[in-house]
Every structure is written in structure tokens, then in C-alpha cells.
């Protein structure tokens, strides 16, 4: 069992940035690999970045490539997601979560724990 608690969320012009962290308890953070979707009012939850198991590897979505970094540090069991030139399209509520598999997936369905969610919301 993981619990999932995000923080950082906040408003911010369009061009700032934002860091996203996620505490995660428990001593098995590091088996997880870990992701970051976001929600925006009346869209389905979609997939921004995601992190494997040691943090060498990431992907992410092509709309925040270039301007999101997702990293991870296990010894403090948690999971960041630096947003530089913020848009007012990455307004959204941000979940995290994680999956048993330790490679990193776009889809929803491969994690099973996810966070409550921090808003975002990007003034233009």
C-alpha cells in the first residue's frame, strides 16, 4: 500500500513556474514507478510525465516536452515536477501516482495509487 500526498499547486502567470512535489509513505517508494496526470473542468485526466523505478529514465506528454521535468528522490520518498513557462492551458488539478510496474507508462490503467490532486491554475 502507497499513500500519495501532492503539494505545490498554486496560481501563477503564464510564463512562471511551479514545483510539484508528492510525498509517498512507505519503505517501498523506490520499487514504483511514478507519474503525473492532470484534470482539467469537464476533460478526462491525461497524462503528463512519467519516472521508472531508479529515475533514469522519464517520459512525457508533447505538449509540456522541453518545458515539465519530472524527477524523483527515493531516499525521501518523493516525486517533484518542475513546470517552467507555464501556459494557461496547463491550468488543471495534478495527481500523482504509482504503479507496481518500474518502468515508466502513459496509461492510467498501469498505476495503482494515486494522490488527491493540488490545482494549478496559470493567469494569462
Known amino acids: 500500500q502507497v499513500q500519495l500526498v501532492e503539494s505545490g499547486g498554486g496560481l501563477v502567470q503564464a510564463g512562471g513556474s511551479l514545483r510539484l512535489s508528492c510525498a509517498a509513505s512507505?519503505?517501498?517508494?523506490?520499487?514504483?514507478?511514478m507519474g503525473w496526470f492532470r484534470q482539467a473542468p469537464g476533460k478526462e485526466r491525461e497524462f503528463v510525465a512519467s519516472?521508472?523505478?531508479?529515475?533514469?529514465?522519464?517520459y512525457y506528454t508533447d505538449s509540456v516536452n522541453g518545458r515539465f521535468t519530472i524527477s524523483r528522490d527515493n531516499a525521501k520518498n518523493t516525486l517533484y515536477l518542475q513546470m517552467n513557462s507555464l501556459k494557461s492551458e496547463d491550468s488543471a488539478v495534478y495527481y500523482c501516482a504509482a504503479s507496481r510496474g518500474t518502468s515508466w507508462s502513459t496509461l492510467r490503467l498501469a498505476y495503482n495509487y494515486w494522490g488527491q490532486g493540488t490545482q494549478v491554475t496559470v493567469s494569462s
Open positions: 519516472i521508472n523505478w531508479s529515475g533514469s529514465s522519464t
Open positions: 512507505g519503505r517501498t517508494f523506490s520499487s514504483y514507478a
